[in-house]
T-cell receptor
């Protein structure tokens, strides 16, 4: 039973457009969320995070939105660039812990 | 600076044998995590340790998985009596104290035959 779900295994977007990656979770006790990007043969690299006390966090082209009532978060990348093509994982941690549960990932392909 | 490294990058083991996977974390990081990543199932935390704990907290599945920390920035994940279902990529990550952001190694791909 997966507590963190990324229901879209893949997504293709034209260069310059917005990429929206979605993540749903089931446990309302999750209070910190991360997004990671992973290139082939490399470990995941941290992108952006959000605490449950916020509903939005922005860092350059990356914005994460959190909707606690829907138990949903999304990562927006705008404008998308070909170098953004990678697998994106969302992860959530329970309040008071630093152990993260990861989603299964969404493969983003940005077309030039 | 140096990131998190893992060795070996690839490991093939016969079913029933024990394996040990090594992780060298970032100097100064106190928390070390081991994750198992399988296709379609994402990554699950196997075990993690904080500070100078020599032996990590219980892993999943319990019993066959354990981690030791012979040095502050080194962790060894040990898998006893490997099973074919253990075939996966094993990722190590480290973080500084009270930080959420984790830094990952490139992973070790284990194939159990």
């Amino acid at each position: 039973d997966q507590q963190v779900k990324q229901n879209s295994p893949s997504l293709s977007v034209q260069e310059g457009r917005i990429s929206i990656l979605n993540c749903d979770y089931t446990n309302s006790m999750f209070d910190y969320f991360l997004w990671y990007k992973k290139y082939p043969a490399e470990g995941p690299t941290f992108l952006i995070s959000i605490s449950s006390i916020k509903d939005k966090n922005e860092d350059g082209r990356f914005t994460v939105f959190l909707n606690k009532s829907a138990k949903h978060l999304s990562l927006h990348i705008v404008p998308s660039q070909p170098g953004d093509s990678a697998v994106y994982f969302c992860a959530a941690s329970l309040s008071g812990t630093y152990k993260y549960i990861f989603g299964t990932g969404t493969r983003l392909k940005v077309l030039a | 600076g140096a990131g998190v490294s893992q060795s070996p990058r690839y490991k093939v083991a016969k079913r029933g044998r024990d394996v040990a996977l090594r992780c060298d974390s970032i100097s100064g990081h106190v928390t070390l995590y081991w994750y198992r990543q399988t296709l379609g199932q994402g990554s699950e935390v196997l075990t993690y340790s904080q500070s100078d704990a020599q032996r990590d907290k219980s892993g999943r599945p319990s019993g066959r998985f354990s981690a030791e920390r012979p040095e502050r920035s080194v962790s060894t994940l040990k898998i006893q009596r490997t099973e074919q279902g253990d075939s996966a990529v094993y990722l190590c990550a480290s973080s500084s104290l009270w930080a959420h952001e984790q830094y990952f190694g490139p992973g070790t791909r284990l194939t159990v035959t």
